[in-house]
């Protein structure tokens, strides 16, 4: 591990050495145990050998040998960007954490604003409403003592006498 890299970065080159000697002992033991068949079938039933040979190696050799060749080189494709592209998802992961909680931040004080405003408003309505009451009551009050005065006359004077129409 470099002074300058950290555990971080240095743990994915550690799994990719390990990765590599389990994709060489893999190949090796199943290159291994193919010869070894077909050794046994030589040896002890040969013409099953050669059935074995015509039919699998001859029909299908190109077509096997490049499903391996594909097989082995998803493999190694797997191995080399599977790691990148999981600190990737992590990364993205950990940033649209990040981004949820900044928006219910948001929210959740968009949500305590409003209710303020919805409680002071509520409040301030009210009042207002129960202001306009009293006010309207007052000027009922003055309108019913205004047209009492008006019938009354004014106070301390007697009132003249309506004048006498004839009929």
Do not use: C
């Amino acid at each position: 591990m470099n002074s300058n890299s950290s555990p971080v970065e240095a743990a994915p080159a550690a799994a990719k050495a390990g990765n590599r000697r389990y994709l060489k002992a893999t190949l090796a033991g199943g290159a291994g145990g193919l010869i070894a068949v077909l050794v046994f079938l030589l040896e002890q039933r040969p013409e099953l050998a050669q059935v074995l040979i015509e039919r699998i190696l001859v029909a299908w050799g190109p077509q096997f040998v490049i499903v391996l060749i594909l097989l082995a080189f998803l493999y190694l494709l797997a191995d080399r960007y599977a790691p990148r592209l999981i600190s990737a998802q992590r990364e993205t992961t950990v940033a649209l954490q990040s981004l949820a909680n900044s928006v219910d931040r948001l929210v959740a004080r968009d949500n305590s604003f409003q209710r303020e405003q919805d409680v002071l408003l509520n409040h301030v309505a009210r009042r207002v409403e129960a202001l306009h009451k009293l006010l309207e009551n007052h000027h009922r009050a003055l309108n019913g003592h205004l047209a009492q005065l008006s019938r009354r006359g004014k106070p301390g004077r007697p009132r003249p006498p309506r004048p006498r129409t004839a009929l």
